[in-house]
């Protein structure tokens, strides 16, 4: 008997203290690491190795989780060689690796174009039309190819926006939604995100809850959907997340009245992203907030605000691309700083930072970039 009650005894106590070993997991980073790994910057400007960039501080301090590339990255000679060259650097001076992303969808947005050696692309638009899966998913492995031998692990595409409004100024007009019909959008978003597998490349979903609608440009103002927007415009997600291919969510900077009656950016929307994205439809994997520097956040918002309500709302990964004048640029550290003011003010929890910080981290190890 006594013996029986030892063994019990020793068993209680190992599994208290795998317990306690697992609860603390987590909080045993630092809250400055936590904080450094929901923001993603721009990678600067300059497309030849400049050791002396000053994100490179910020990611060698633990300020930055994430960077994005655009076409200013790119040299005009040896172009993949450079690029490649940099982007090896850049993960060398992060201790946890970085997401390194960048908006590849093909056809207007597309960065790696022809004039750099890199193969042509089409549009969403064209892969809808003919609606061939195989095609699709040719286009798709192409893309992920390139990004996985330079060192690109994320892209920001698809975009699954449902061609509501074909004059829509930044997205049916220039060709980035696969169709009106959202299982069409639905199917071929798919086959896209499967290429990319394939090579390891984490892809993202956007405009949450859907931007096919809108007739004005959020990059340019406020754009408003309220008597636009259509309940299929969800449904592209709805049929992705069901069939567990969801990498990541990047939200939309329009309002839409009828999931945020208060009227607030979907970014900024805990209506719209905790009890639509998370609630309702079940997502509990990485948010992303579409660039916090277009006009429709920040002509609005003042930094501080905007930054604590996508935080609060439920976005995990602050994306600032500084693709602004000199005046405007916001640098990790200013992000960073501003974040953790607000968490030792009390207007954001050391919790609500966790939570986003393990959604980011289970990604960083779905990719393969953790082990």
Do not use: C
């Amino acid at each position: 008997m006594r013996k029986l009650l030892f063994v019990a005894s020793v068993a209680i106590l190992f599994f208290s203290a795998q317990a306690q070993d697992s609860k603390s997991k987590t909080p045993k980073d630092s809250l400055d690491l936590m904080i450094g790994q929901m923001i993603m910057v721009g990678l600067g400007d300059f497309n030849t190795m400049d050791q002396q960039a000053p994100v490179y501080k910020d990611i060698r301090s633990g300020k930055v989780g994430g960077v994005i590339l655009f076409e200013k990255n790119l040299a005009n000679k040896n172009t993949e060689a450079n690029l490649k060259k940099i982007l090896d650097f850049t993960q060398s001076q992060s201790e946890t690796p970085l997401f390194v992303s960048i908006d590849e969808e093909g056809g207007r947005v597309n960065r790696l174009k022809t004039k750099y050696g890199f193969p042509k692309t089409v549009t969403a638009q064209y892969l809808g039309k003919i609606d061939n899966v195989d095609s699709t998913s040719f286009y798709a492995k192409q893309t992920a190819g390139i990004l996985y031998q330079l060192g690109v692990n994320m892209n920001f595409a698809p975009s699954v926006d449902v061609n509501v409004n074909p004059n829509n100024p930044v997205i049916g007009k220039i060709g980035r939604s696969y169709s009106e019909d959202p299982l069409i959008v639905a199917k071929h978003a798919q086959a896209w995100i499967e290429g990319h597998d394939l090579f390891g490349v984490a892809t993202v979903l956007k405009h949450f809850p859907g931007h096919g609608s809108s007739k004005n440009d959020s990059h340019l103002g406020l754009t408003d959907v309220s008597s636009t927007w259509r309940f299929e415009e969800l449904m592209p997600y709805r049929a992705l997340l069901d069939s567990g291919k969801v990498h990541a969510i990047m939200t939309a900077h329009i309002v839409n009245e009828v999931l945020d009656e208060s009227k607030l950016p979907a970014t900024l929307s805990d209506k719209v992203i905790s009890d639509v994205l998370r609630d309702f439809m079940g997502y509990d994997g990485v948010v992303v907030s579409d660039d916090m520097q277009m006009k429709a956040i920040s002509a609005q918002y003042p930094l501080e605000e905007s930054i604590k309500m996508a935080v609060l709302a439920g976005v995990d990964i602050l994306l600032f691309a500084n693709n602004v004048p000199d005046y405007e640029l916001v640098t990790a550290e200013q992000i960073h700083s501003i974040i953790k003011k607000l968490i030792e003010n009390g207007d954001i929890s050391r919790d609500r930072i966790i939570q986003s910080y393990n959604r980011i981290l289970s990604l960083k190890k779905d990719m393969g970039l953790l082990k």
